[in-house]
């Protein structure tokens, strides 16, 4: 069945550095989805990518979906302690249910 | 904002009861669905549900798992004899169809019920 592979798995980084997370799809995706999760929280929508090479950017954060539509990132730039949680890709093919990432969980010290 | 309300917060239970879960998704969101998320680890589909039937299921959705939507608003999942491993945070999300060029297919998702299996 469809895999959604995410990495890396943890990330900490000095408050102002940047971060990056990457997802990989075994198979072609009609889209993905990014989600943010705050520790004891629940998943929340962040963007959705759907063409071919697209990016999108919502202030600090800049998403790309790959040409093949198979892979995706999201890159914060100058990372704050507000950044801090867990970052889940999810991808479909149409009408299938989301699939998600195994998500990477960022931490941040000031 | 509407959201998607779920109940109980935190239910514990023992090993071979019953369990029903509870959801009330966003009223105008036609598709509903449960995701569970075992402590630290990815978020895992278990069903979908359309029109008052399932439209797509899981490996892990088995026999033990059923999903009813008993009335307008409310869409339930029961575990009918609960195992150890069925320990994990169930979310309950919803959307409004499942077409992604007018974002319809974004998951709401509410703020999940954690279950305790002893």
Known sequence: GQQVMQIPQYQHVQEGEDFTTYCNSSTTLSNIQWYKQRPGGHPVFL??????????????????????????????????????????????????ALIFGKGTTLSVSS | EPEVTQTPSHQVTQMGQEVILRCVPISNHLYFYWYRQILGQKVEFLVSFYNNEISEKSEIFDDQFSVERPD???????????KLEDSAMYFCASSEGTGPLSGANVLTFGAGSRLTVL
């Open chain 1, 47 to 96: 963007i959705q990518l759907v063409k071919s090479g697209e990016v999108k950017k919502q202030k600090r954060l800049t998403f790309q979906f790959g040409e093949a539509k198979k892979n995706s990132s999201l890159h914060i730039t100058a990372t704050q302690t507000t950044d801090v949680g867990t970052y889940f890709c999810a991808g479909n093919q149409a009408g299938t």
């Open chain 2, 72 to 82: 307008g608003s409310n869409f339930t999942l029961k575990i009918r004899s609960t």
